[in-house]
């Protein structure tokens, strides 16, 4: 997430345009680390949402109201003793960091005119709300920093405020020299994308990664490598971006793969934004960004924080509530796997079985060759025509020889068939397993969740207590819409699955699926009609993000129509067979498709 430096001036550009001189209205905590501010100016009035949430901190302006809670946490309280009716009088970032700083002018109890100022920190993991006195000492926070929790600073009433250290060499973006960037950036011992980033104050690795992409030059060069005429080419787009954040030419936007956004900046990423206009030749930053990402510009970075943040949430809250089914189907998946290994293994050992069957045999052939008290018999395997030496017990006759050996073979067959059969079931419960992982990646609301849980307590994963009735999900597929308005649907579970090929589907419908890997049905509904070539495309670029290749460039996908697709008796949910289909490799990448809600 690149709620960087630069990200900051944009937030505090826009409060400058917005909120400055508007008085404040009401202060709440709806959260036991996020403020709402109602202020009002301009004629209108605002909202400001701030969070110092360890994973997701933010500050933006917005329409949202929030409820609170019936008592006022004490920090609200005392930010309500202060500043409620203050004036927010100068909004500033010091020095590019990650930090707003509020001044604000109020009426004390004497009625005499005082100044106070509210810093926001939006630091990751170390993000706080600070308000101080006019000589910087620390009347409270949001969250209070003894000694015991660090060594470094101490965030605690009565303490004097002071911005958090940080790398004294690094410089501000803004306002640094020709001759800083080529003796001191690209002199350090690492790549070209990492020396950018932990020299400048505000700068992310996306950025660098960004400013390495618009120079043409890859990040993960090291600068040692480099020529001049790169570092100069390197300095000139440093300069011409910095020039953006000075003249406050912004453009918000969020980084989206599929529906999920991933990342968002105040600069546009022209590394992503190619894929937009369906080029394929830019080179992202981490796994995260694949060529099923795209770029979505906004008009204000409080809106490109609110979508994304809002956004997040869904994502993040489902992943929290699916922990408990994860950890049940990765448990199951490993058991399983080691399973198979064994299994595996067992089956290979068993190979050995017709050498024993042709020692037996030959024995029968040749035993009365075989001397007193002899080790082996030298033999003819008349199968290969080719001389063969077989072990002997001496204390065994040649017929009882042969007996062990066809005794060995025969276990070794029943073995041998026992294993086929229990590899076959390991293999499929893997399958339906990796079926039910992929499902939960893609689950969005609880309701996904209960299909899912329920399939689970099926095939006795979960245990069900008698307490717990069966419940009726309200999931649906998802429902897309073709550009050529074709109705496309998307399994979101295995029952979803069986439910969209067999009993909503049609014979003529054509039916899509993700080749040789875990992955959703999609069903294009054809109106037993000719399809246009673009509708399969794009289905197959459904295909292809709801399966576990959706973070590959290209995914290979299987393509027929429904009356062809059949499923195996007491075959597990979602799992089919089929013989004669089509293919085609696509990108999995649907951001161009239309969702139905």
Not at 119 to 136: P, W, Y
Not at 558 to 571: E, F, I
Request: charged fraction near 25%; proline fraction near 4%; glycine fraction near 4%.
């Amino acid at each position: 997430m690149a709620l960087d430096g630069l990200v900051i001036s944009n937030i505090v550009h826009e409060l400058n345009q917005t909120v400055l001189n508007a008085k404040i209205s009401k202060i709440a905590q709806p959260e036991r680390d996020e403020l709402l501010f109602t202020l009002k100016g301009n004629s209108r009035q605002y909202r400001l949402s701030v969070s110092a949430s360890a994973s997701l901190p933010f500050l933006y302006l917005t329409e949202q109201n929030k409820p609170s809670p019936m008592t006022a946490p004490n920090f609200c309280m005392v930010l309500r003793k202060h500043i409620a009716n203050g004036r927010i009088t100068r909004i500033t970032q010091p020095h590019m960091e990650r930090i707003i700083r509020f001044e604000i002018e109020h009426l004390n109890e004497m009625g005499d005119l005082c100044t106070k100022t509210l810093t926001v920190e939006l630091m990751g993991k170390h993000s706080n709300i600070i308000f101080c006195n006019s000589d910087g000492m620390i009347i409270d926070s949001i969250k209070r920093i003894s000694s015991m929790t660090s060594s470094l600073r101490e965030v605690l009433p009565g303490k004097s405020y002071c911005i958090p250290a940080t790398q004294e060499d690094k410089k501000n973006p803004l306002d640094f020299t020709e001759e800083f960037f080529f003796n001191a950036v690209m002199t350090r011992p690492m790549s070209a994308m990492k020396a950018i980033y932990t020299s400048f104050t505000g700068i992310s690795p996306v950025i660098a990664s960004e400013i390495c992409y618009r120079a043409s030059i890859d990040g993960d060069r090291p600068t040692e490598a480099l020529s001049r005429e790169e570092k100069r080419h390197l300095y000139n787009h440093m300069i011409w971006l910095t020039d953006d954040v000075k003249n406050h030419c912004y453009t918000p936007n969020i980084i989206y793969r599929g529906k999920e956004p991933v990342d968002f900046s105040c600069l546009l990423l022209t590394q992503f934004s190619d894929y937009a206009d369906g080029k394929e030749d830019s080179n992202p930053l981490d796994s995260r960004f694949s060529t099923a990402c795209h770029v979505e510009k906004y008009d204000s970075i409080s809106g490109v924080l609110e979508q994304y943040y809002a956004s997040k949430n869904v994502y993040t809250r489902i992943r929290q509530k699916s922990v408990d089914l994860r950890k049940v189907v990765t448990t199951a998946l490993e058991r399983s796997r080691k399973k198979y290994q064994l299994q595996q293994k067992q089956l290979a050992d068993t190979q050995k079985r017709e050498k024993y069957k042709i020692y037996g045999e030959l024995l029968h052939t040749y035993g009365y060759q075989v001397k007193e008290g002899a080790d082996k018999l030298e033999a003819l395997n008349y199968y290969t025509n080719e001389m063969i030496s077989i072990p002997l017990d001496k204390d065994l006759s040649p017929t009882e020889n042969a007996q062990k050996y066809f005794d060995r073979y025969g276990k070794l067959k029943r073995t041998y068939e026992a294993l086929t059969t229990l590899t076959k079931e390991t293999k499929a419960e893997i399958d339906h397993l990796e079926s039910i992982e992929a499902s939960l990646s893609i689950a969005l609301t609880e309701d996904d969740l209960v299909q899912i849980k329920e399939e689970l307590t099926e095939y006795g994963y979960i245990r069900r207590k008698r307490t717990d009735k069966k419940t009726k999900s309200k999931s649906r597929p998802f429902h897309y819409l073709s550009s050529d308005g074709y109705h496309i649907y998307v399994g979101k579970n295995n029952y979803q699955n069986d439910e969209l090929t067999f009993k909503f589907a049609t014979g003529n419908d054509w039916w899509f699926h993700a080749k040789g890997m875990p992955g959703s049905h999609v069903i294009v509904k054809s109106n037993n009609e000719e399809l246009p070539d673009r509708v399969f495309e794009e289905a197959g670029r459904l295909a292809g993000y709801y399966s576990n290749g959706r973070d590959s460039e290209k995914v290979e996908i299987d393509y027929l129509q429904k009356k062809n697709v059949k499923k195996p008796n007491k075959a597990a949910p979602g799992f089919v067979i089929y013989y004669t289909n089509y293919s085609l490799t696509i990108s999995p990448d649907i951001s161009e498709l239309t969702l139905i809600e």
